[in-house]
């Protein structure tokens, strides 16, 4: 996260309450006030996220500021009068009628002009052709421990036969993991029809497809949980993932733990490498 997005914003709002309060000309009504907060609160979400907000999640999130913006506004009865008061004289009073009957013309004019185009917009062809599953680097860092992709392997697999109940641990805490972190984009069903999916780009990935996890090993998936969108190569884009990079916020246990239940609920079993290696 950029903090010194947020810090600026910090420091805007509050130069901006102290002018208010020692100059009367400067000070702000309570409907400016839900205006600046919400754009304050819209910066902060648009650039202080390293990875970006989808445009799905941030209509959530915007609709969500805003029905609590108009809530604290209508709470105080003389805060939601003092609100009014502009817009009833803006609406009514004749020294406002040109600024009224330019908005009023404004408005539609701006929508027709947004529907023209994006309606008129020519098709751009990728610059290069995308890989769905892009090739993994042999080696990477995890929690500052160098890994080896090439031969790693999923350290609780062989709990499977050799423990099951262990095994059946692992697995009621990936299942917990996958629950707490990965089911909003993937789905309940890890179809990749989660409720942000239609924001991303690409769109998650499909679990239940045969072509999909079945064809790989674990440690490239223990490669993309770990690293996420900001560690997804040149030839895995254009992308628009907001995929974090789970090893700022999860053990390394907890992303196996999670891998083991991806393949036991959709059914699948992991590619081995002797397969890789005769191919």
Same mark, same amino acid.
């Given at each position: ?85 502009? #817009? #009833? ?191």
């Amino acid at each position: 996260m950029r903090l010194w997005v947020v810090a600026v914003v910090a420091l805007v709002l509050i130069a901006l309450g102290l002018a208010s309060r020692r100059w009367d000309r400067l000070r702000i009504g309570p409907l400016a006030w839900i205006a600046v907060w919400g754009a304050a609160i819209w910066l902060v979400l648009s650039f202080a996220f390293i990875v970006p907000v989808p445009a799905s999640v941030m209509n959530i999130y915007m609709g969500i500021v805003i029905l609590a913006l108009l809530v604290y506004l209508s709470s105080d009865r003389e805060r939601l009068e003092r609100a009014k008061r502009p #817009v #009833v004289a803006f609406l009514t009073e004749r020294r406002f009628a040109p600024y009224l009957a330019a908005v009023v013309l404004l408005i539609p004019l701006l929508v027709v002009t947004n529907i023209y185009l994006a309606s008129s917009a020519p098709p751009v062809a990728p610059a290069f052709g995308r890989s769905v599953h892009p090739a993994p680097p042999d080696q990477i860092t995890v929690h500052e421990q160098a890994i080896n992709l090439v031969t790693l392997n999923n350290p609780y697999r062989h709990l499977e036969d050799d423990d099951p109940a262990a095994f059946a641990d692992h697995l009621a805490n990936g299942r917990r993991v996958y629950y707490e972190n990965c089911f909003y984009c993937h789905g309940d069903l890890m179809r990749g029809a989660g409720i942000f999916a239609s924001g991303l780009n690409p769109i998650p990935t499909n679990f239940q497809d045969v072509n999909t996890i079945s064809q790989l090993q674990e440690s490239f998936l223990f490669w993309r949980i770990a690293k996420g969108a900001p560690g997804l190569p040149p030839e895995g884009g254009p992308w628009d993932s907001a995929m974090p990079a789970w090893e700022k916020f999860l053990s390394e246990e907890e992303m196996w733990d999670v891998i083991l239940f991806l393949y036991d609920f959709t059914g699948s079993r992991p590619r081995a490498r002797h397969e890789m290696e005769h191919e």
